[in-house]
């Protein structure tokens, strides 16, 4: 199974943190010293998480003239901030991309969902059920924001971001996924109600940032020493390390763990904040240009609720 394609997506207008400074005191220095954020992307007028979808998978498949439309017999979305619940952003794309009675899906697992994206496409492609997917996620995380929310409404950004996958080898470019790993962590701390998004009465809310930092810190590194027991390899073997991108003291705190050298850990949280389940994603086409036969990367990710994953690739 490969990753022929990578795209993103990102609304044009900036937030800075000065915003939050005059909106409710919080000083940009304080916000970076917790968070590394600078910056953060915020959806226009007109725009939502289907449109970012959309717009990330004209992108995709605009680089990949052996990828077709009408080769894709497979669409995956994933988002905890749907603009609608029942026409998903995964039907969104089959009907902008004008392919018919295909299997659509869309799914949530908060900021984990790129990770059980692809493993829907694994077992897809092991059914023998297809052949070629389109997997995109998006997040409108200011949709659902409340920037007055001093604990945790400047870490919110948008984006999206789409990969095209096939089953077999398109072009010698494409990252092989050697191996996925994820799991729920739902029983352990705080975590039915550290991070929620409950759309009838409120926004997305953090009341115990402690808590997911702690989680979300010794998961990430745990999953991702397994992935490379699993696979034999030592974390030397790692060319880049993509975390997911909420905290960038929390990907400081993962590469100390895992002992590895803190140039190989890529992100841009700094510039998008926290844009959820997009945010690996957007890092690894950050990273594709940069990649040479025989790189390793490994995405690692953490989500409220709680989840967890890591994935290895390979070129």
Known sequence: MYIHRVAAYLPDYVVTNEHFTRLN???SDWIIERT????????????????????????????APA???SSIDLIVGATYTPHDTIYTLAHA?????GVNEIPVVSISSACSSLLNAIEIVEGYFAMGKATRAVVVVSEHNTAYNNEQDTMAGHLW??????????KERISPDDLRIVEVVTGGAAVVGKADESVT????????????????????????????????????????????LIPHQANLRITKNVVKQLG?????????????????CAGAAIGLGDTWNQLVEGN????????????????????
Do not use: W
Not at 260 to 276: H, W
Not at 302 to 307: A, C, E, K, L, N
């Open 93 to 97: 794309v089959q009907r902008d991309l």
């Open 25 to 27: 005191g919080l000083a």
């Open 36 to 63: 590394g954020i600078r910056e953060r992307r915020k959806a226009g007028p007109g725009e939502n998480t289907n449109t970012m979808a959309l717009e990330a998978t004209r992108r995709a498949l605009a680089q």
């Open 197 to 240: 998004l409950k759309p009838v009465e409120k926004g997305i809310v953090m009341p115990h940032g402690r808590d997911v930092f702690t989680h979300a810190c010794t998961y990430m590194a745990r999953v991702t020493e397994q992935l490379l027991e699993r696979q034999q390899l030592a974390v030397e073997d790692v060319t880049y």
């Open 260 to 276: 590895m050298d803190p140039s190989r850990a890529v992100s841009n949280i700094e510039q998008l904040g926290n844009t959820g």
């Open 67 to 69: 990828f077709p439309a």
């Open 296 to 315: 390793r990367v490994i995405i690692t990710v953490f989500g409220g609720g709680y989840s967890y994953g890591a994935m290895l690739l390979e070129r």
């Open 157 to 166: 950004g948008d984006g999206a971001s789409t990969l095209l996958i096939s």
